[in-house]
């Protein structure tokens, strides 16, 4: 009779294991940067709890407060979110484009939040800088 082998972890979850911490981190800096974002502009508008911006869900219903929509916005929203998460991006664009405009910029900023990377940048400019 032979010895048995015992399987043992290999490298490659130990790589798959610092990718995944790595992609964490990453999603959880993306997420904190936005709602903090969010939060300065909700505060330049004069919309009360800015601090909706870091809680999910609220954060719909702060975007909709900074573009003075009705609840019916919110609600699809939250609907489309579980179901078609597209619907419900193209309705924050069109609410980030409003509120460009409420800031001074031009509405077409906030299109700009489509690109990746680059929108960081637009939520840096939209919170912390004036329009010329």
């Known amino acids: 009779m032979g010895a048995a082998?015992?399987?043992?972890?290999?490298?490659?979850?130990?790589?798959?294991?610092?990718?995944?911490?790595?992609?964490?981190?990453?999603g959880l800096a993306t997420y904190i940067w936005t709602a903090y974002c969010i939060m300065k502009m909700a505060e330049?508008?004069?919309?009360?709890?800015?601090?909706?911006?870091f809680i999910p869900f609220l954060n719909y219903w702060l975007l909709c407060q900074m573009d003075d929509k009705d609840n019916n916005w919110f609600i699809i929203m939250l609907v489309f979110m579980f179901c078609?998460?597209?619907?419900?991006?193209?309705?924050?664009?069109?609410?980030?484009?409003?509120?460009?405009?409420?800031?001074?910029?031009?509405?077409?900023?906030?299109?700009l939040l489509i690109i990746p990377i680059f929108n960081f940048y637009v939520l840096y400019k939209l919170a912390f800088t004036e329009p010329r």
């Open 84 to 111: 078609c998460g597209i619907v419900t991006a193209v309705m924050a664009i069109l609410i980030m484009m409003d509120v460009a405009e409420k800031l001074g910029f031009e509405n077409w900023w906030g299109i």
């Open 5 to 26: 082998v015992v399987p043992t972890a290999s490298s490659g979850m130990g790589a798959f294991v610092a990718v995944y911490v790595i992609a964490i981190l990453i």
């Open 44 to 53: 330049r508008l004069g919309v009360p709890n800015g601090w909706f911006a």
